[in-house]
């Protein structure tokens, strides 16, 4: 066996059969009658030092181990099969690195992958032994740290991986060869591919993804202070639990889908939040993901807009909003007012429109009628009671 050793250290002594522990060293293994103890003791003088030990003897076992489970388990070696390390000098040694027969060098993805892929060119090759290289060097346990995400740090340390660990590891060896790949959530220990994807949109934050209408509670409904709660009657038409029609905008087999924009026809088009859920080749659908929101303020135009000099002009922006979601605001009465406490409101204001005409300040309607021929950029800012400000536009030309 030949063990090629590498270390980083101002000066240093390794002996590579005695322990690197605080106290006594361990003593090797030598539990059958033709053990022999074999020790190399190296100087380190220089910043990097690489050198080579070559062991007599053959491997005669496998590695032993106790049964597989969450916790991490026990672990030994038959003999000839144990090399120990131990720094006897008086200097930090830096990341040693142990090689055997070629085999473990695994500083890096590229050293990681020049060994798990050797011999294979074929992408899916590549793929199946890289996979099958890793399943072999690690075993099930858990500590709930994304360390053990670091493909390097498992094989170099921990040794340990739960699934999840494993969507990234794979992923990041595939990437690292240079495959195509995308990384895969385990959820229940299964991942399917999707061949659809269905989205969902709604004003409402949080909002549920659904088909067909539903029921949502809404408190008190809608209101902006406790004395609007205090006010408002339980029986309102905004209040209690109502009925919200589907919010399905499309199912789409691509993985992107306009969902913005003056031009956007489709049903619930234009919202404030989306999500998404996958569908399999069995039609089977995965749960909603979380939401994706629009930034906010605002506000759908035209790129272009026509007018005609001396008669009525009349635009309004289609406003993006959000709703809010049902929340509770303690007050000395009570904890539990649940109501839609935060329905966003714009505000409007000029910055630049063709003399005649004006900007609504609730609306953001833009009418009036054109006193001069020509072509203007309107702009106009926009603001919601959070504080949030944007500025918009577009091209009108105004024909004689």
């Excluded at 070629?102 to 992958?113: A, E, V």
């Excluded at 995965?286 to 009525?312: F, H, I, K, N, T």
Aim: aromatic share 10%; proline share 6%; hydrophobic share 40%.
């Amino acid at each position: 066996m030949r063990v090629v050793f590498a270390v980083v250290a101002p000066w240093a002594i390794i002996s590579p059969l005695s322990a690197a522990v605080i106290g006594p060293a361990m003593a090797p293994y030598e539990d059958l009658p033709d053990d022999r103890r074999c020790e190399h003791v190296q100087m380190v003088t220089e910043n990097k030092r690489v050198y080579t030990i070559h062991f007599r003897g053959t491997v005669d076992g496998a590695m032993t181990r106790d049964v597989v489970g969450y916790a991490a388990f026990g672990q030994g070696w038959q003999p000839n099969r144990s090399v120990l390390i131990e720094n006897v000098g008086k200097s930090n040694v830096h990341n040693p690195r142990i090689v055997v027969n070629g085999k473990r060098n695994w500083w890096s993805l590229d050293d990681i992958l020049a060994e798990a892929a050797a011999g294979y060119t074929a992408p899916a090759d590549r793929a199946r032994a890289i996979w099958e290289f890793h399943r072999r060097q690690r075993f099930h346990a858990t500590t709930w740290d994304a360390e053990c995400s670091d493909a390097v740090k498992v094989l170099n340390v921990y040794g340990y991986t739960l699934c999840g660990n494993e969507a990234h590891i794979v992923n990041d060896y595939w990437k690292a060869a240079g495959l195509r790949t995308r990384r895969g959530y385990p959820i229940g220990h299964c991942v399917t591919e999707p061949v659809a994807y269905k989205v969902y949109g709604s004003d409402e934050k949080g909002f549920t993804a659904s088909d067909t209408e539903y029921p949502v509670f809404q408190g008190k409904g809608f209101v902006e202070t406790m004395e609007d709660f205090a006010a408002k009657a339980s029986d309102a038409p905004d209040a209690g639990t109502v009925t919200r029609p589907s919010n399905l905008i499309a199912r789409v087999e691509g993985s992107s889908l306009r969902v913005v924009g003056l031009d956007v026809a489709l049903p619930n088009a234009n919202s404030a939040f989306y999500r998404v859920a996958a569908v399999d080749a069995a039609g089977v659908e995965s749960g909603p993901s979380d939401y994706a929101e629009v930034p906010r303020p605002m506000v759908v135009l035209p790129a272009e807009d026509q007018a005609r000099l001396g008669s009525p002009y009349r635009m309004e922006p289609k406003q993006i909003l959000s709703i809010g979601d049902l929340r509770c605001r303690r007050s000395p009465e009570s904890s539990y007012n649940a109501a839609f406490w935060d329905r966003q409101r714009y505000a409007f204001r000029a910055k630049a429109v063709p003399e005649g005409l004006t900007v609504d300040p609730a609306t953001g309607t833009i009418w009036g009628t054109p006193t001069a021929g020509g072509e203007y950029e309107v702009r106009f800012m926009v603001s919601d009671q959070t504080g949030g400000d944007c500025e918009f536009g577009y091209r009108l030309v105004v024909r004689e």
